[in-house]
């Protein structure tokens, strides 16, 4: 069984950082493609980067050059550093897979399988 478990959320002033930590159990994450999603009050969940078992990534318009996502094999983790946020950023942040190797990354939620419980992040101006 897959259980993906996030952490690092909270409330933050416009141009500040925060790290967002999804501990993977039951999968290595050598072995699956893993995603950063978003879902801001009344808006579709978003994609926001994503990561393939090889360690190549991808990045919404909107994220890029201010995000990054990572992983730590040992820990399990997957990683994504957010920089320099936006009011525009506040949303719950979920990480999500779709337990499967693929040269690509998907954008579509609909797509992935195992998902967490969700992080809230507030930027605030």
């Known amino acids: 069984q897959v259980r993906l478990v996030e952490s690092g959320g909270g409330l933050v002033q416009a141009g500040g950082s925060l790290r967002l930590s999804c501990v993977v159990s039951?999968?290595?994450?050598?072995?699956?493609?893993m995603a950063w999603f978003r879902q801001a009050p009344g808006k579709d969940r978003e994609f926001v980067a994503g990561?393939?078992?090889?360690?190549?990534?991808r990045y919404a318009d909107s994220v890029k050059g201010r995000f990054t996502i990572s992983r730590d094999n040992a820990r399990k983790t997957v990683l994504l550093q957010m920089n320099s946020l936006k009011d525009e950023d506040t949303a719950v942040y979920s990480c999500?897979?779709?337990?499967?190797?693929?040269?690509?990354?998907?954008?579509?939620?609909?797509?992935?399988?195992?998902w967490g419980q969700g992080t809230q992040v507030t930027v605030s101006s």
């Open positions: 999500a897979t779709k337990d499967v190797r693929a040269v690509s990354i998907s954008r579509d939620p609909n797509e992935y399988v195992f």
């Open positions: 990561l393939t078992w090889r360690a190549s990534t």
């Open positions: 039951g999968r290595a994450l050598t072995a699956v493609n």
